[in-house]
Structures are given as C-alpha cells and as structure tokens.
C-alpha cells in the first residue's frame, strides 16, 4: 500500500512525526506532501519546510517528502497511492477531517484507485500540538528572549533553530 500523509506542514512538528512513522510502519511507502496553498500566507516557504521535512525523515528508508498543488486526489491518482493518512487529536479534528474524507472518496471514485482515509489517533503527548499554536507560542518567546523548553518538546530541532531564527530576527528590526 503506497499512503500519502499531506499537509501545510507550517512548520512540522513532533505530532506529525509521529503520526508518519506510525503509518509508514504498516505500508509499503508513504509520502510526505506539502500543500503548496497560493491562497494562505505560510510562515515558511514551501521550499523550507519540504528542506525541514527531508532532513526529519532522511533516515526513514520508506518515507519521501513531496509537494503538491490542486486536487489531493489527482496528485494521489498520478502517484498511484491507494490511501490519505491523517491525524486525529481530538473530536474537532474529526469532525473537520469527515467532509474532507467523503470528498477525497467520491472525487477517487473514477481512479484506477479510489482512495481510503485512514486516521491514526496522536499519541496523548502530542494531542495539544499544532503547527498554529507552535508558531504563536515561539514568537512570544523568542521575540521576548524567553527560554525555549516548552517549543524543543513540540518540534524536531532543524525546526526549533528555524522558529527561533525567523522570530529572533524580527525581534531586532
Ligand atoms: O495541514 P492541513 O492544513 O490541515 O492540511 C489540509 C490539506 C492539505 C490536507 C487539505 O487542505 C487538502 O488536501 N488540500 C488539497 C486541495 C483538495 O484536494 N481539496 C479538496 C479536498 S475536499
């Protein structure tokens, strides 16, 4: 089974690291996808975070990070993927990811795979963590000179010194 696991990714946290492992573990290949939006305004380029992304993942033999643009499912259909992997931190996400999930079926319907969304549960330590919320809390705290604990146990490092450069910087102009 080939999944692809997309996202913003604006920046990638441990909570989606954990979620790729856990779903790569039970697949044949899975694809890390970054929505390049031209409607949303990303703290990151896109160009960032898949740099982020391949360096979190460059030990994982069956994990590759790309982006896409448009439709999930016409990117899915020329990849041949058979399933979308989300999250799930709580009944909000739920109940955001359904419409998304019945769309993403019936627009599939007239692939050679019509796609599955499988939901993986986050591990209770990362059900508070958002790339939204990680982005907020780190701009109060570098733009305060604060101490940066609380962000290294949300993000991976690559994205903790990015976080930090990008908010530091704005703290001097
Ligand atoms: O990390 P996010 O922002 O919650 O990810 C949302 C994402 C990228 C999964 C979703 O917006 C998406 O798949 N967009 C692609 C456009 C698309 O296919 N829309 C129709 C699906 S109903």
Redesign the pocket.
């Given at each position: 089974m080939i999944a692809i696991y997309?996202?913003?990714?604006d920046p990638v946290t441990n909570g989606h690291i954990n979620i790729a492992r856990r779903s790569a573990a039970i697949m044949e290949r899975l694809i890390v996808a970054v929505?390049d939006?031209p409607h949303k305004t990303p703290l990151f380029s896109v160009d960032e975070r898949v740099a982020m992304l391949r360096e979190v993942f460059c030990n994982d033999s069956n994990i590759e990070v790309d982006v896409f643009s448009?439709?999930?499912?016409s990117y899915a259909g020329m990849k041949g993927i058979n399933a979308i992997v989300?999250g799930l931190r709580g009944p909000d996400d739920l109940q955001n990811e359904l419409?998304?999930a019945i769309?993403?079926r019936q627009?599939s319907l007239g692939l050679a795979k019509p796609l599955e969304t499988m939901y993986f549960t986050a591990e209770p330590a990362f059900a508070h963590i958002s790339?939204s919320i990680v982005k907020e809390v780190a701009a109060h705290i570098y733009q305060g000179g604060l101490d940066d604990k609380i962000i290294s146990q949300a993000v991976p490092a690559v994205v903790l010194t990015a976080l930090k450069d990008k908010y530091s910087a704005s703290r001097m102009q």
């Open positions: 997309p996202g913003s990714f929505l939006n448009g439709l999930l499912v989300r419409p998304y769309w993403n627009l790339g």
